[in-house]
């Protein structure tokens, strides 16, 4: 798997001698949670997590070096069973997902290690990563904190419809990969199809509103892409991964100085 993670941020890439030497209290862990799933004709299976590291990898690179932030290696499989149907998809139970995430969460606390930032850049693990975060604090005493996708990046250009329903292989992550890895980008097999519509109101929608329809990859598009990729480019891939990088920096220095205020 391609990384962007620099070396010297790599937890993986220490001896144990290293780790033992981190001061325990302080050190912040980033756990990568993502997928491995369809994602059209012309994106990898691998999208999710290659995201996630790219976008991981230039905020480490931005952090102070004195800071002991390091990310963990990722779980590269999800809750997909949106995906269900399509050849390649490698999904997990919630009941799975959880306990990995839960046995990971209590490796880190067996360790001394006291916060650790689960990193999500698949939305089937969306509401999962939620529930991790409070329960490997009740557990096991962890400052637990939830990251998601791509902070503080405009996506200047983009339309109201993709921004609102092109939340899979459609103009922003086939961005971000032309940008990064375009050798696993295939523009011409690029396809479009939408969810929902914009502007048009509707009792029940998708997702993100008061009443929602459960709803399944292969119910709406043959193709398995939501969204338009037309209109990616690699330079805006690179204007929104270091945007966003720039946001998880600042978001990853305030986990590493965040102490809870309680009023008297």
């Not at 939305?123 to 009740?138: E, K, Q, T």
């Not at 980008?185 to 459960?214: C, D, Q």
């Amino acid at each position: 798997m391609k990384t962007w993670v620099p070396d010297e941020r790599n937890f993986a890439y220490l001896t144990w001698k290293q780790v033992d030497a981190l001061p325990r209290g302080t050190t912040l862990l980033v756990l990568p949670t993502a997928a491995i799933e369809q994602h059209g004709h012309h994106l990898p299976l691998a999208t999710d997590t290659l995201i996630n590291n790219l976008l991981l990898g230039k905020a480490l690179s931005l952090v102070p070096a004195e800071l002991p932030i390091y990310a963990l290696p990722p779980v590269c499989y999800g809750k997909s069973n949106e995906h269900i149907g399509f050849p390649g998809t490698l999904s997990m139970s919630a009941q799975t997902f959880l306990a990995v995430v839960r046995d990971l969460g209590a490796s880190i606390a067996a360790g001394g290690f006291k916060k650790v930032v689960l990193y999500n850049t698949h939305g089937g693990n969306a509401s999962l990563v939620d529930v991790l975060a409070r329960d490997l604090r009740a557990e096991f005493g962890l400052r637990t904190f939830s990251l998601f996708g791509s902070p503080g990046a405009t996506f200047e250009g983009v339309n109201q419809r993709e921004r609102t329903y092109g939340f899979h292989a459609g103009e922003i992550e086939t961005a971000y990969l032309l940008h990064a890895a375009p050798s696993l980008v295939h523009p011409k097999e690029y396809t479009a199809n939408y969810i929902a519509r914009v502007g048009r109101p509707e009792l029940l929608k998708p997702e993100g509103s008061a009443a929602n329809f459960a709803w399944l990859t292969k119910d709406i598009a043959a193709s398995g892409v939501l969204g338009d990729p037309s209109a990616a480019t690699a330079e805006n891939g690179e204007r929104w991964a270091n945007e966003a990088a720039a946001h998880i920096a600042e978001i990853l220095v305030a986990m590493y100085n965040f102490e809870p205020r309680q009023e008297a």
